[in-house]
């Protein structure tokens, strides 16, 4: 169970919030308004360097690092003096900034969970309807220009069709490829007749009237998860981010009354 | 612990951080997709793609305001349901069969990283205003673009953006996440995911971008990197493809597009800068780039109502585009147009075919999108704009384009975009990638309506009674074929199905090109077969009386009363005279239907002049690729 809570990306989200937050009671906010005193430590200029690094593709000359702290330093301190003077609180492209940070901060550690087959099978029990293959078609099909000779050819017994440039007959067409070659309106009406051996219809479709011998329709199941199992852990983590961003709102979200007066 | 958040923070500001991880794609999905799936005798179906696709790691697209990545495009285009940059749900009616993405090499990923990137570390004052541009609003972001487009076009780039060097290792990290996600999306027989990019040469804004596309998975295109293409010359890049074959013993193709405003540079009758063109570049062109994007939402280029004045469908998707280049930093002028459209290179290619022995222009065709939403969309009822500042809203239509902004181009000049469709034995990469390159391939401007052609010499109408389509590939060739002429007329078996969720067929037409007695190139529109043709519409002084027109305006509709659902000829020339080189194609004509204008019109209320209404009715069209037909050895002139 605590271990199940250890992994639980929420809960870094709210302790990663929480320590911050008591750091800053600690030490006070090393940007608050109050505070003079800016350091520059290895630690800090490795930053500096790394970030020019990954701009550039390689390290920084001493005299460029140098020029890099001179002009962090300067940022820095025109940054506090910014917040001293609060212009922070209604710049868009701050305020954007850190949203867009916070939303990430929330969905990176999804990104790179591992998961488990349990809660895969899990996901893909309770989402069958995105996993389901479209099940197949084996039909024999004669098409017609008009509904009238369609018919007269059902009630003569002699189906023959007029010709065409589509398959006669197809065994085992998966829906889909039905559905492309056939068209949507073919698809839809085929739906509502049960296989029989027997010619059956006309039915209407986007190049005119058909009629069909359905042999065969196979449904379509949910695969076993070994089957599918990228496509289901694929599917997973992206709703699995999106979720967890906006769980992560929640909580902050529920901590404030919004009034719209 | 406050260096840990900083840390983490910093990390979800860079790309590769965190992406790229995931489910491993199976060592089908990792390869070509040679021996993974059952393939059917001969090419049994049209596989539908996009080769043609820009995402956020596209420079211009992500400032444009782009957001979605490879990832949201891949599952658009398999069908699934994204969220559009702009906040609207994006589903395609039918999913596609592959999808090339293809975002630009030069400065790839950069626009994002200036965006992520912090601002104390960009140095470049030009790169800065941008970076501060592209956070201030979705409006200072598409300009701050523009600019970058212009200054592209000028050879302005600020040194820090396209240094190859740093481009490069830029480029590697995103690269290799990149194929690593086509690997897992490309699952063979049901979705195709090919690794591509754009190059976009562009000598002062003139358009000579190329899609390059790969065959083979990651093990084969994680070993290079896209090519930048600004400043470069086309050799190049055929030298980069060349040593990709050579290195990886993989296959790599490039597809010209938007020749249309390359102000008569992408196909001139010399080598680039004036040069005679040598046996040696022609046979490089025709050998690297089998295929042409003869139709994309930046217009279409099959032909020009100047270049072939005796077309009555001639000039479909070329308002606006014709005024210039691509930024329209300079003007068309006529003696540019021949350079400019693909049935005049064809004829180009005859003429060159003859001087050297070989034929540069030689190409089949394809459609695409070119879309910079991440998103496919090339129906008309469903546009999803050119870019992230187009995306359906109610402004779009009748607004100037960012590009020659106030010069004459607005939003109603863009096309919603074509397809490519390509005969293949089954959908994988190898299968899709050789049909490109043997040329078996159409172009449409959205519908999806089946083509299919075979020419040889002795086909007859009851040829149609049997299975046709093996007699076509054993006594034939099929769309992109070669005939070698043996003195008799070529004839040609033609079958073209409407799209079956679509409009209905008006005609079908055979464009023959070729090279008289004289030496002078000559072209000519064949109606082969159209509706109604025995009744209603038979001919009346050798023309063919219009198809009609069912467009309800203020609704955006029409009605398949008029047409045809199929169309069929057994067509013989009857213009073949013994050792002339010519070439046929297919242009498949629909009915007029609404373009997304009007779907526009109707969904946001809007009114539109006149002239724009007019202009939003069209008959959207197929062209399939080319069969030539060359003289006997001897009968030829060249060196061959």
């Given at each position: ?7 639980e ?6 302790l ?36 020019f ?36 609180a ?39 309807e ?40 197809v ?13 949507l ?18 039915i ?20 076993p ?37 | ?14 790309a ?51 957001r ?12 699934e ?10 589903q ?15 400065a ?6 200036l ?24 409006e ?10 212009t ?31 086509l ?16 190059w ?37 890049l055929?030298d ?9 013993g ?17 196909f001139?009758?010399t ?10 570049f022609a ?26 004045p ?17 930024p ?10 021949p ?32 879309s ?14 050119k ?55 159409y ?36 769309m ?10 070529p004839v ?9 969720d679509?409009?209905?067929l008006?005609?079908?037409q ?15 529109i ?10 209603k ?5 050798g ?11 203020a ?18 020339d ?11 194609y ?10 997304w ?37 001897k ?6």
């Amino acid at each position: 169970m605590i271990r199940g809570w250890l992994r639980e990306p929420l809960v870094h989200f709210l302790l990663a919030g929480a320590a911050i937050y008591v750091l800053i009671g600690w030490f006070g906010n090393p940007y608050g308004p109050t505070d003079r005193t800016i350091v520059i430590d290895a630690g800090r200029k490795a930053e500096i360097a790394a970030g020019f690094e990954r701009m550039m593709g390689r390290a920084p000359t001493d005299s460029e690092l140098d020029g890099l702290v001179k002009r962090w330093l300067r940022e820095e301190v025109l940054y506090r003096e910014g917040l001293r003077l609060g212009l922070d609180a209604d710049d868009p492209v701050v305020r954007r900034r850190l949203a867009t940070k916070m939303d990430e901060l929330a969905a990176a550690s999804a990104e790179t969970a591992g998961v488990s087959d349990a809660t895969l099978e899990n996901w893909l029990e309770t989402h069958p309807e995105r996993f389901v293959d479209g099940g197949t078609v084996s039909l024999d099909q004669a098409w017609y220009a008009s509904e009238e000779t369609a018919r007269a050819a059902l009630a003569s017994g002699r189906v023959v069709g007029n010709p065409i440039s589509l398959p006669r007959s197809v065994e085992a067409m998966p829906r889909a490829e039905m559905r492309e070659v056939f068209g949507l309106q073919f698809a839809e009406e085929l739906a509502k007749l049960a296989p029989a051996p027997d010619w059956q219809g006309p039915i209407p479709s986007g190049f005119g009237w058909h009629l069909v011998r359905l042999r065969a329709r196979d449904v379509g199941s949910v695969p076993p998860l070994a089957e599918i199992r990228q496509q289901v852990e694929a599917d997973w983590r992206s709703e699995t981010i999106v979720e967890r961003r906006e769980r992560a709102y929640r909580v902050l979200r529920d901590a404030y009354s919004v009034r719209q007066p | 612990m406050r260096k840990a958040l900083l840390v983490a923070l910093a990390c979800t500001t860079l790309a590769g951080c965190g992406s790229g991880i995931g489910p491993r794609a199976s060592e089908a999905q990792q390869g070509d997709g040679e021996n993974t799936i059952k393939l059917a005798e001969f090419p049994d179906r049209p596989y539908w793609g996009d080769t043609h696709l820009h995402t956020d790691i596209s420079v211009d697209a992500f400032g444009f305001g782009v957001r979605l990545g490879p990832e949201d495009a891949l599952k658009f285009a398999r069908g699934e349901k994204v969220v559009a940059t702009t906040g609207l749900d994006a589903q395609l009616d039918r999913p596609l069969d592959f999808l090339v993405i293809s975002d630009h090499s030069d400065a790839m990923g950069a626009t994002r990283r200036l965006y992520d990137a912090p601002r104390l570390l960009v140095g470049d004052p030009t790169l800065r205003r941008w970076h501060d541009m592209m956070h201030e609003s979705p409006e200072q972001s598409q300009r701050a673009v523009a600019e970058l487009i212009t200054a592209a076009a000028n050879n302005q780039i600020p040194e820090a953006l396209r240094d190859p060097v740093q481009q490069a290792k830029a480029t590697r990290d995103l690269w290799t996440n990149h194929v690593a996600l086509l690997d897992r999306y490309n699952e063979p027989g049901k979705f195709t995911a090919f690794a591509g990019f754009e190059w976009s040469l562009m000598p002062d804004g003139n358009n000579l971008h190329r899609v390059v596309m790969f065959r083979d998975g990651s093990a084969k295109t994680g070993q290079v990197v896209p090519f930048p293409g600004l400043d470069m010359k086309v050799e190049q890049l055929w030298d980069y493809m060349e040593a990709y074959e050579k290195n990886t013993g993989g296959h790599v193709l490039a597809i010209p597009h938007n020749s249309n405003l390359s102000n008569g540079l992408m196909f001139e009758m010399t080598a680039p800068g004036g040069v005679p063109m040598t046996a040696e570049f022609a046979k490089r062109r025709a050998g690297h780039e089998p295929v042409v994007e003869a139709t994309q939402i930046k217009g279409d280029s099959e032909t020009h109502p100047l270049l072939s004045p005796n077309d009555e469908f001639a000039g479909f998707g070329v308002a606006g585009w014709e005024l210039g280049n691509l930024p329209l930093t300079r003007k068309s002028t006529p003696d540019m147009l021949p350079g400019s459209y693909v049935r005049s290179a064809l004829l180009r290619g005859l003429t060159l075919e003859q001087q050297l022995g070989v034929n540069p222009y030689a190409f089949g065709l394809i459609g695409s999108t070119d879309s910079h939403t991440a998103l496919s969309t090339g129906d008309e009822a469903n546009f999803f704009g050119k870019h992230t500042g187009v995306e359906p809203r109610p402004g779009r239509a009748m607004e100037p384009q960012n590009l020659g902004t106030r010069e004459g181009r607005y939003g109603w000049h863009y096309l919603a975009g074509g397809y490519a469709a390509a005969w293949a034995r089954g959908n994988t990469r190898a299968e899709i990638f050789d049909a490109f390159k043997r040329r078996e391939t159409y172009a449409t401007t959205g519908p999806r309506m089946v083509l299919r052609l075979f020419a040889g010499f002795d086909f007859t109408a009851s040829d149609w009674d049997g299975d046709w389509v093996r007699t076509g590939y054993t006594r034939g060739v099929p769309m992109g074929g070669d005939l070698i002429d043996t003195g008799k007329a070529p004839v040609f078996l033609i079958s073209a199905l409407k799209d079956p969720d679509g409009a209905n067929l008006d005609r079908m037409q055979v464009v023959k090109g070729w090279i008289d007695a004289n030496g002078e190139a000559q072209e000519k529109i064949y109606d082969v077969a159209w509706s109604d043709m025995d009744g209603k519409r038979a001919r009346v002084a050798g023309k063919i009386p219009a198809v009609g027109d069912t467009v309800d305006r203020a609704n955006a509709s029409y009605t398949n009363t008029i047409g045809a659902a199929q169309l069929r000829a057994t067509w013989t020339d009857p213009d073949y005279r013994s050792g002339q080189r010519a070439f046929y194609y297919v242009r498949l004509i629909e009915i007029p239907t609404p373009r997304w204008v009007l779907f526009d019109a109707k969904r946001f209320g809007l009114k539109l002049p006149e002239e724009v209404i007019e202009a939003s009715v069209a008959q959207e069209r197929a062209y399939s690729s080319p069969v030539w037909l060359r003289p006997a050895a001897k009968a030829g002139t060249g060196k061959t």
